[in-house]
């Protein structure tokens, strides 16, 4: 089969490397892929908006199926589109895709399905939202309805928080067109998790649990970012509420969508809180997440492209997982989640070894060295017997290759080790 992988960042050079091990696979292509990617695929520079463009290059590429890694062009449409070209195409409708494109769409599916998530409220009106700020009080969370990159979330601990949030999204159109509605909904605490699922109409086959860390610094401060690593196994959140979360979430979600007209196909990413009252819905994507995919692909031990023809046929294969723990660690340009420098080089990339992963999602090759052209610039993941040592592991191969231009948290996985040590 001749695979193509829509996207260029850290998740899809994971998928791709994932891919690249299918035993079905003669020929993997990625659009527009990366310098990092091309070690694994043949990379064509492609935009993931220009679905002409790839829709041509998968015909006369003899592609058998076209796998899309970023939100962007999901949300876009290209599945519909390629579906109408008779292009075979695993994710989301454009109508499907909504559930991570609109987060009112989203919420108001929880709500008509009993799925477990905050109370909220939709503004269009900023004064409107304003006051409801006022009346409801601080900790409480604002989201820009439409696509931030991850970054359209502002969890307010103060009133001060919440009105100067508040107005970066409304106001000042912080993140553009997508904060011309604004989400306010309750302040949920407890232990973050999350949940993928391969879907198909009412078909859920779920992956392993990962834990992301938003906050760009240890201990968790610092502003959201769209990642800084993630784990897995999640050891502090048992196999039942997982399973929990399946039937109680991901599963209604999948009927809903179903029920809505717009059956889901792909990836169905529940970023979930586990709160007193069980696992809740903090958001939906419609993808693989960015950074747990470069944690789950490397633990299943399945093939990937197999599952994925499996799911679509209308099957619910039975997945095969590694009990390794496995821990990724991003390194990010300085000045990330804010403006940040590009060009900057990097460390001798050769000199990690053989047991890291390497995935690329900002990096230019120029010459023998490699350079900055992101904000996240690449993630090391490991495999290992328990999460510090493979945790200290990663963090010593980001250490042989960090500069003074780049960082990293060397706290991942920081809560899975607090509540062990618990007494």
């Known amino acids: 089969m001749n695979i193509l992988i829509v996207g260029g960042g850290g998740r899809e050079h994971a998928m791709a490397w994932k891919v690249a091990q299918s035993t079905l696979v003669d020929k993997l292509y990625a659009a527009p892929g990366s310098d990092g990617i091309a070690s694994v695929a043949e990379c064509a520079p492609i935009d993931v908006m220009d679905f002409q463009g790839l829709a041509d290059f998968a015909e006369t590429h003899d592609v058998d199926l076209t796998l899309v890694g970023p939100e962007q062009p999901l949300v876009g449409g290209i599945v519909d589109y390629f579906s109408a070209r008779g292009l075979k195409i695993f994710g989301p409708s454009k109508a499907a895709a909504r559930i991570e494109g609109s987060k009112s769409f989203a919420k108001a599916l929880m709500k008509n399905n009993q799925i477990p998530t905050s109370h909220y409220q939709t503004f269009t009106d900023y004064q409107q939202a304003g006051d409801y700020l006022q009346q409801v009080g601080a900790p409480i969370v604002l989201k820009a309805d439409g696509l931030a990159a991850g970054k359209g979330v502002i969890v307010a601990m103060t009133m001060a928080e919440a009105e100067q949030g508040l107005k970066a999204i409304m106001k000042d159109r912080k993140f553009a067109d997508a904060g011309a509605r604004v989400v306010i909904e309750e302040y949920l605490a407890g232990d973050e998790f999350s949940l993928m699922a391969l879907v198909n109409g009412e078909t859920v086959t779920p992956l392993a649990i990962a834990q992301d860390h938003k906050r760009a610094f240890d201990g968790d401060k610092g502003p959201n970012t769209g990642g800084m690593g993630a784990y897995s196994p999640v050891p502090q959140i048992p196999g039942k509420i997982a399973n929990e979360a399946v039937q109680t979430i991901l599963k ?42 470069q944690v789950v692909l490397p633990r299943l031990e399945s093939d990937l492209v197999q599952v994925v023809l499996d799911v679509m046929d209308g099957g619910q294969p039975a997945l095969s997982w590694s009990d390794k723990t496995a821990v990724g660690v991003v390194l990010a340009t300085a000045g990330y989640p804010g403006s940040y420098p590009k060009g900057r ?18 990096t230019k090759k120029n010459g023998e060295d490699w ?27 980001l250490e042989r290759i960090a500069t003074d231009d780049v960082f990293f948290r060397k706290d991942i996985g920081h809560r899975a080790l607090e509540a062990a040590e618990k007494p």
């Open 345 to 362: 080089k990097l460390g001798d990339l050769g000199a990690l070894p053989g047991a890291a992963l390497l995935f690329h999602a900002g």
């Open 252 to 293: 209604p979600a999948a009927s809903g969508m179903v029920q809505e007209g717009c059956p889901f196909t792909g990836v169905l990413y529940a970023g979930l809180m586990l709160t007193k009252d069980g696992p809740k819905v903090i958001e939906f994507n419609c993808r693989f997440g960015d950074p747990e995919t």
């Open 371 to 397: 350079l900055t052209s992101g904000g996240r610039v690449l993630l090391v993941t490991r495999l290992g017997d328990d999460l510090r040592t493979t945790r200290d592991a990663v963090n010593k191969d």
